[in-house]
C-alpha cells in the first residue's frame, strides 16, 4: 500500500516540475526578444522574434502571397532568406525546386523568425496595400457562385494588371477560430481604380467561401490586400485564347472588361466551359462583348448535356474538346487558361497539339 502512495506522489511531483520545466523553457527558450529585419538590403525593421516570417512581415504592413493562409498548402509565400533562416523545414521541401533551395528560397509561413534576418522579396511587393473594402452589392450568379462588388475607402485607389488577384481576410465568426487570407482573382477592370469585383464560389466547409457565402452582406467590411500574381494580360498582338471553367471565369472578365474599357483590337475567343445550363453565367455580358469587342466569340459548352437535348444548341462536351473542335491552327497565338488543374492540363494538350507554343500559355490553377 505505501509502495502505491510513495509511486503515484513520485510521479505527480515529476509531472509537476515537468510542467514548470516546459514553462519555463516555453518563457525563455521561445522569448527571442526583438530582432533586426533587413529586406533587399536597404529597409531595416526592429521586429518582435518568434512569429513566422509572413505573420512578422504581415505586421510590418508587407504582404507576400498565401494562398493558404500560412498552412504550408500553397507554395506561394516564397522569399530568398540570405541570413538567420535556420534549416529548411520538411514541411517547405514538397514546394521548392533544387534551383530554389540553391537559391535561398523558402516558404516564409514555415520560417519563424528567431535571429536577426536578411531577405529579399520582389520590389513591386512594397506597393501591396490593405484596404478596408465596403460590400457594395452581391449578386447570386448560380447556386454556389456569387459576384460581389467592394468599394474602396474614399481616397484610395488600387493598381492592378488584368489576370491579378487580392487576397480576402476571412475573420473570426461562428464555427471558425483563426482568421485566413484566401486569394481571389479580380473580376472588374484595372480602369476602375476605386471599385473591385470578385467572383467567389462555394466550397462545402471551406472557411472563406462559408464566410462569403454565410455570413457576408451588403454593406460589411472587409479586409482585402493585393494585388498579387504573374498571370496577367500581356501587351502583344497574338490572338487571345481564352478557356475557364466556374470562377475561373473571374481573370478572364478581368482582361476582356480592360480590352473593351481601352479599345483593344485583337482577335480574341472566349471558352467557358460548365457542366449543365445552370452552371453558365453572365451569357448577357458576353453576348454584349460580342458585340461591343473588336473581333470577340464567346463559345459556351456543356459537358453533361444528352447528345439528343435539342434545348441546347452549344458546343456539348469538355472544353478541351471544343479547342480540338474549333480552334483554328495559326502562328501568332496566346492562351489565358483559369480553373482546375484537370481542366488546365487537358487543355494544355490540346492548345500545344493545335502548335500553340507552351511558353505562350498563361495559367492560373485553382
Ligand atoms: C491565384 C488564385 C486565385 C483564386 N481565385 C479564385 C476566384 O476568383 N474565385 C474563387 O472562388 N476561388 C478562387 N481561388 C480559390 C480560393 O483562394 C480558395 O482556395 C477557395 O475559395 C476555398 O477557400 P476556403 O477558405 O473557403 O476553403 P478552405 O477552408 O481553404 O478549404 C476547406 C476544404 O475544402 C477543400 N477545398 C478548397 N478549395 C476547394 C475547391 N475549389 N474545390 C473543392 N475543395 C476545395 C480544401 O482542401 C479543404 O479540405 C483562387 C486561388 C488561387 C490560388
Ligand atoms: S502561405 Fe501557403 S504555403 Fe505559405
Known amino acids: ?43 531595416e525593421y526592429t ?3 518568434g ?10 504592413k508587407i504582404f507576400i502571397p498565401s494562398a493558404c493562409g500560412g498552412k504550408g498548402t500553397c507554395g506561394y509565400c516564397k522569399v530568398q532568406i540570405h541570413d538567420g533562416g535556420g534549416p529548411v523545414l520538411a514541411t517547405e521541401l514538397p514546394f521548392l525546386s533544387q534551383e530554389e533551395l540553391d537559391d535561398h528560397v ?41 459576384k460581389l462588388r467592394f468599394r474602396l475607402p474614399e481616397g484610395e485607389e488600387i493598381s492592378f494588371k488584368p489576370g491579378q488577384y487580392v487576397q480576402l481576410k476571412a475573420p473570426l465568426y461562428e464555427g471558425n477560430d483563426e482568421e485566413v487570407y484566401r486569394a481571389y482573382s479580380i473580376a472588374s477592370s484595372p480602369t476602375e481604380k476605386t471599385h473591385l469585383e470578385l467572383i467567389i464560389g462555394f466550397v462545402p466547409e ?47 472578365l478581368s482582361l ?32 454584349h462583348l460580342e458585340e461591343t469587342l473588336y473581333d470577340f466569340k464567346f463559345v459556351p459548352t456543356l459537358s453533361r448535356i444528352k447528345d439528343d437535348d435539342t434545348s441546347w444548341s452549344g458546343e456539348k462536351g469538355r472544353v478541351n474538346n471544343a479547342i480540338d473542335k474549333l480552334l483554328e491552327e495559326n502562328d501568332n497565338q496566346e492562351a489565358y487558361l483559369c480553373g482546375n488543374e484537370q481542366m488546365i492540363d487537358s487543355v494544355v494538350k490540346s492548345l500545344t497539339n493545335k502548335g500553340v507554343k507552351e511558353e505562350k500559355i498563361y495559367y492560373d490553377k485553382f
Open 1 to 43: 500500500m505505501n509502495t502505491i502512495i510513495i509511486s503515484t506522489a513520485s510521479i505527480t511531483v515529476i509531472t509537476a516540475i515537468f510542467a514548470v520545466l516546459l514553462t519555463i523553457a516555453d518563457r525563455t527558450i521561445g522569448n527571442y526578444g526583438q530582432v533586426k529585419l533587413t529586406i533587399n538590403e536597404e529597409k
Open 47 to 49: 521586429v518582435d522574434g
Open 51 to 60: 512569429s513566422s516570417l509572413l505573420s512578422t512581415l504581415i505586421s510590418e
Open 106 to 146: 523558402r516558404l516564409s509561413c514555415q520560417c519563424k523568425v528567431k535571429q536577426d534576418i536578411k531577405i529579399e522579396i520582389p520590389d513591386e511587393l512594397f506597393n501591396v496595400k490593405e484596404f478596408e473594402a465596403t460590400v457594395e452589392s452581391i449578386e447570386v450568379l448560380t447556386d454556389t457562385i456569387k
Open 206 to 252: 471551406g472557411i472563406a467561401t462559408t464566410y462569403v457565402h454565410h455570413h457576408l452582406e451588403e454593406g460589411d467590411k472587409v479586409t482585402i490586400n493585393g494585388p498579387f500574381g504573374d498571370f496577367y494580360y500581356q501587351d502583344t498582338d497574338a490572338e487571345m485564347i481564352m478557356v475557364a471553367t466556374g470562377t475561373g471565369v473571374a481573370p478572364i
Open 256 to 287: 476582356l472588361n480592360y480590352m473593351k474599357d481601352n479599345d483593344i483590337k485583337r482577335k480574341a475567343r472566349f471558352y467557358f466551359g460548365a457542366k449543365t445550363p445552370d452552371d453558365l453565367f453572365m451569357l448577357d455580358y458576353f453576348k
